[in-house]
């Protein structure tokens, strides 16, 4: 599959799929401010990496909010470089095991949610993938979810 408007190609990023597990935390800076956060994911020919690209904050939100100069909640982590600010992320993030229990890491959830899908955001080839996966009634994202109608 060619991936258009992805970021993720070269020997560096190879090596790194190579050599990493899935889950593995991969952050790369973006236009020399913004520590954008990313998980490798593995699947035979379709191993990659899922840009996360907002969330809803539930733990160290005071901190977020200080890292974030008071913003509102929903603001907090709503786009890939508010996230990156607010969780205080660094070169030091990449790589660490975002499956286990370190800083940087993915919890289940314990209540069922539904989720979205819809076109990609942010780039302008391939934006007509449904390529980006939303909490229904999220008041976090960094934009709203189009739609489109059949």
């Known amino acids: 599959?060619?991936?258009r408007a992805t970021r993720f190609h070269g020997p560096h990023r190879a090596r790194f799929v190579a050599r990493s597990e899935p889950g593995t935390v991969y952050?790369?800076?973006?236009y020399g401010m913004?520590?954008?956060l990313n998980f490798l994911v593995k699947e035979g020919s379709e191993d990659g990496?899922?840009?996360v690209r907002a969330l809803e904050p539930t733990v160290g939100v005071e901190r977020m909010s200080e890292r974030r100069g008071g913003v509102p909640e929903r603001k907090l982590c709503a786009g890939p470089g508010r996230l990156g600010v607010a969780l205080g992320l660094g070169r030091e993030s990449h790589g660490v095991d975002g499956c286990g229990e370190g800083p940087v890491r993915l919890n289940a959830s314990t209540d069922?949610?539904?989720a979205l899908s819809g076109?990609?955001?942010?780039?302008s080839r391939s934006v007509d993938l449904p390529w980006r996966f939303v909490v229904a009634?999220?008041?976090c994202l960094s934009a709203p979810?189009?739609?489109r109608q059949a």
């Open 1 to 3: 599959m060619t991936r």
């Open 27 to 30: 952050v790369y800076l973006n």
């Open 34 to 36: 913004y520590w954008l």
């Open 49 to 51: 990496f899922v840009l």
């Open 112 to 114: 069922p949610v539904e």
């Open 119 to 123: 076109p990609r955001i942010g780039i």
């Open 137 to 139: 009634g999220s008041g």
């Open 145 to 147: 979810l189009r739609i």
